[in-house]
């Protein structure tokens, strides 16, 4: 018994070693095994079918939300009054979004165009298209700021044309109109004396060239050379920086194209990206940790610096000529038109912007910007994106559309464009990306305590086996010894 048990003991202690070794090796070359897959699937291949898919064709639902601001007291703004606005909305737009004219080129860069759709939600909005509203003649209004240095004739004409055309300083809409376009024969007036100003079309929307459009030529890199630049943009529409701004730093083209970014992201990351829509290029700060639907993620925002003027915040100094705080000028890349960009209701904007408006009040759940991102993969899983337009409003002599109007930084509408991971791909994701690391990560310890365990174990079998063959005594035949001594002493 005692040699079979040493000889159990002796297995058991081959097992628990291997078992040790393989937990120890497991920790040391499972994350090596997990990032080799996560740079496997993140580089831009047409070979990598799900990550590549997920890329050219965005997969998880994107939704654009609009609201309007709609003008409750024209008649009294021409006077010189406050403006009073109330808010209507939203009007959720379904969106579609297909890479296309994709190249790969040898360099370790792809290039397309990224087309978008969008397709109007009746039952996530809160009423119809044809839903009407109120809000300042862009066509007008603006106008008659970019002609305020003009000749004074020149401006009575103008103002002249207006009338003759019934364009007053406001306008009142269907949503769908505003959004996508109306007839207007103030277009071609207007392209005739201001050319650039506007498309050459004879229709003017808010959005009317982003439906069925492209976001301009993007060449990013693959990450086939370099996992840390997948997604970094090399150039756009052929250029590496930008010239609407009045700095080599504010002209510079960063970052991603503003979907996904590289993996391996530490606190310390921020997300970089460029958007045309806004014409420069923007960063998103870390906030915190959490999770999306299981998945672990880091929260990132936007800083108060983003929109801050020049005086605030020196490295802004080349966006401007600048406004108050929270205001960033895109004139000189909207044909000149005093248009800003924003966060809603002024959100992270310099307060006395909200004396100006009646009817406005942010918040930070409801008007910041966001994205909550995988920091292993780099891909995004909860995003919303929050942008307001204004105008910039004032009395212009000679126009006398322009009334007694004060001057003020008019919000016309605020939009957000949010999606996230959700369906097929939020299941493959959690299976590839959450549920097997961690199995492997339990699996190493497992086999590490299963080692010690069977280790520890044999070694108290093999030395209880040793310690009983030592102690066990020598029996003799007892029985015919006794029976000998009993003869002979008879």
Known sequence: MSACGSKVGIALIVIGVLAAVLGLVLVFVGPIIIDDQVVKNTVIDPNNEMSYTMWKDVPVPFFMSVYFYDVLNSKEILKGEKPMVEQRGPYVYRKHIQKDNITFHENGTVSYREYRTYFFEPSMSVGNESDVV??????????????????????????????????????????????????????????????????????????????????????????????????????????????????????????????????????????????????????????????????????????????????????????????????????????????????????????????????????????????????????PLNVAVRLQLNLYMKRVPAITETGKISEVVMPMIWFQENGYIDGPILKTFHTNLVVLPEVMKWMQYVFIVLGVVLLISGALLYYRAKASSIKEPVNAPQGKGVAGNSDADI
Request: hydrophobic share 35%; aromatic share 12%; proline share 8%.
């Open 134 to 379: 109120t809000i300042p003649n862009m066509l007008v209004l603006g106008a008659a700021v970019m002609m305020e240095d003009m000749p004074f004739p020149l401006r009575l004409l103008v103002s002249a044309t207006f009338k003759t055309l019934k364009e007053g300083p406001f306008l009142t809409k269907s949503v769908g109109e505003l959004m996508w376009g109306y007839d207007s024969k103030l277009v071609d007036l207007l392209n005739k004396y201001l050319p650039g100003m506007l498309p050459s079309s004879g229709k003017f929307g808010l959005f009317a060239e982003f439906n069925n459009s492209n976001t301009g030529l993007f060449t990013v890199f693959t990450g086939k050379e370099d996992i840390k630049k997948v997604h970094k943009v090399d150039s756009w529409n052929g250029l590496t920086e930008l010239s609407y701004w009045r700095t080599p730093q504010c002209n510079m083209i960063n970052g991603t194209a503003g979907q996904m970014w590289p993996p391996f992201m530490t606190k310390q990351s921020t997300l970089p990206f460029y958007s045309p829509d806004a014409c420069r290029s923007l960063e998103l700060i870390y906030e915190r940790e959490g999770s999306f639907k299981g998945i672990p993620s880091y929260r990132f925002i936007t800083p108060k610096t983003m929109f801050a003027n020049g005086s605030e915040y020196a490295p802004n100094e080349g966006f401007c000529p600048c406004r108050q705080s929270g205001l960033l000028n895109v004139s000189s890349c909207r044909h000149n038109s005093p248009v800003f960009i924003s966060q809603p209701h002024f959100f992270n904007a310099d307060p006395v912007l909200l004396d100006y408006v009646e009817g406005l009040s942010p918040n930070e759940s409801d008007h910041s910007t966001f994205i909550e991102i995988h920091p292993l993969t780099g891909v």
